[in-house]
């Protein structure tokens, strides 16, 4: 049993699955993840009568994202993780929004909101400072460059993508009117798709790999995910420094 959990984007979301199915999940939007995210874990375990001590392993989201609500959803897996003695791995935020909008693209059986016939699209996520966080994928949700983080404006006109997912664009209307963008806008990814990403089962549902073999070479091989998609250390993937600062002349 693992539970997956993502907070980087201002989304507090999490979820218990049984190899590569969720069982359970919660997603809470525009909170303080803080003060909900454990409360979320144990009704999850409650409500599905699955015990912490069953737990198997912990995939968290990394970031990119706003330094404080990513430190809590990282800090929370990996005291989980190290209290139940189970490995903790973590999975790069951006890349579980991909998969996510790719498979409910294929899942409608349509292309008109989504990538298509070789068609590469954006997930874009705020970074605050007018700035985002943004990786390309290709259109089976596979990542093409990034993470990384500029000012919207810049990477769109650089990356000469219509397709963009997430919430980096929500601010940007007049940039999305001017390069006649597609958005859709989703707040962040649901901790299923971490789950999964982490499971090695995103290309391949059927995988149920052993919480040990969740890093190895092989295993990601025999999942089909490229090399830049392989799980992340689960520390929070800061792409600058923080937003607070210490005063002038503090120690």
Known sequence: MLL????????SSVALLSG???????CLVDVNPGEVTVRQIDELCSSTGIARGSLTAVAVGVGPGPYTSTR?????????????GIPVYG????????????????????????????????????????????????????????????????????SQIRVWVGNGLDRYAELVND?????TSLPGPQAQWIGRIALGA??????DLAATE??????????????EQRLFAAYPLYLRRPDAKLPAGAK
């Not at 590569?20 to 919660?26: K, N, R, T």
């Not at 897996?77 to 139940?84: E, G």
């Not at 999975?91 to 059986?109: E, N, S």
């Not at 390069?179 to 958005?183: A, T």
Request: hydrophobic share 45%.
């Open 72 to 84: 809590i959803g990282v800090a929370i897996a990996r005291t989980m993780a190290y209290a139940l």
């Open 91 to 158: 999975v790069c935020t951006h890349d579980a929004i991909a998969a996510q909008f790719a498979v409910a693209v294929k899942d409608r059986g349509s292309a008109e909101n989504g990538p298509s016939g070789g068609t590469s699209f954006m997930v874009a996520t705020d970074a605050r400072r007018r700035e985002i966080y943004w990786a390309r994928y290709d259109e089976l949700g596979r990542r093409l460059s990034g993470p990384d983080v500029g000012k919207p404006g810049d990477v769109i006109a650089e």
């Open 214 to 227: 969740l890093v190895s070479h092989d295993a990601v091989e025999r999942a089909a995910i490229p090399a």
């Open 20 to 26: 590569s199915e969720a069982i359970a999940q919660s």
């Open 179 to 183: 390069f006649d963008l597609n958005v």
């Open 202 to 207: 995103v290309d391949d549902p059927g995988m």
């Open 4 to 11: 997956a959990l993502d907070t980087a984007t201002g989304t």
